[in-house]
């Protein structure tokens, strides 16, 4: 999944609330002060390992992680996940209506140009 992290970026805001009404996903969030895998979280949590990996499929597809690989030099790598985001925002526009607008951290060069591999790679 590519993103601009650099940007603010306005994203659906049911997702979003949906993601920040729930216990163990704001659980998981906590949790993360580096990147983890779901069996770290799962563990550090105290969530079953199923719950797990639906929570962070309802925080990644809402925005608020991302996923890492952590290449492993047994060949067996893993998923990592980590906060995508330093503050989320939700306003009420000039037409009544709610926006929710996600700050995301400067990217390095590295993480830049892994992003731009990774698009290319998706495209072709």
């Given at each position: 999944m590519a993103?601009?992290p650099?940007a603010n970026?306005?994203?659906?805001?049911q997702?979003?609330?949906?993601?920040?009404?729930d216990a163990?996903a704001?659980?998981i969030?906590?949790?993360?002060d580096?990147?983890?895998t779901?069996n770290?979280?799962?563990?550090?949590c105290d969530?079953?390992?199923?719950?797990?990996?639906?929570?962070?499929?309802?925080?990644?597809?809402?925005?608020?992680l991302?996923e890492g690989?952590?290449?492993?030099?047994?060949?067996?790598?893993?998923?990592t996940?980590s906060?995508a985001?330093?503050?989320v925002?939700?306003?009420?526009?000039?037409?009544?209506?709610l926006d929710?607008?996600?700050?995301?951290?400067?990217?390095?060069?590295e993480?830049?140009?892994?992003d731009?591999?990774?698009a290319?790679?998706?495209e072709t």
């Amino acid at each position: 999944m590519a993103r601009e992290p650099s940007a603010n970026e306005s994203s659906d805001l049911q997702p979003v609330l949906d993601a920040l009404d729930d216990a163990d996903a704001r659980a998981i969030i906590r949790g993360l002060d580096e990147p983890k895998t779901a069996n770290e979280l799962s563990e550090c949590c105290d969530i079953p390992l199923s719950t797990t990996y639906r929570k962070l499929d309802l925080l990644t597809e809402s925005g608020l992680l991302e996923e890492g690989t952590e290449i492993r030099s047994d060949g067996h790598h893993t998923t990592t996940y980590s906060v995508a985001f330093e503050e989320v925002r939700i306003a009420l526009t000039e037409g009544r209506d709610l926006d929710v607008e996600i700050a995301r951290p400067d990217q390095g060069p590295e993480e830049r140009l892994a992003d731009i591999w990774t698009a290319v790679r998706e495209e072709t």
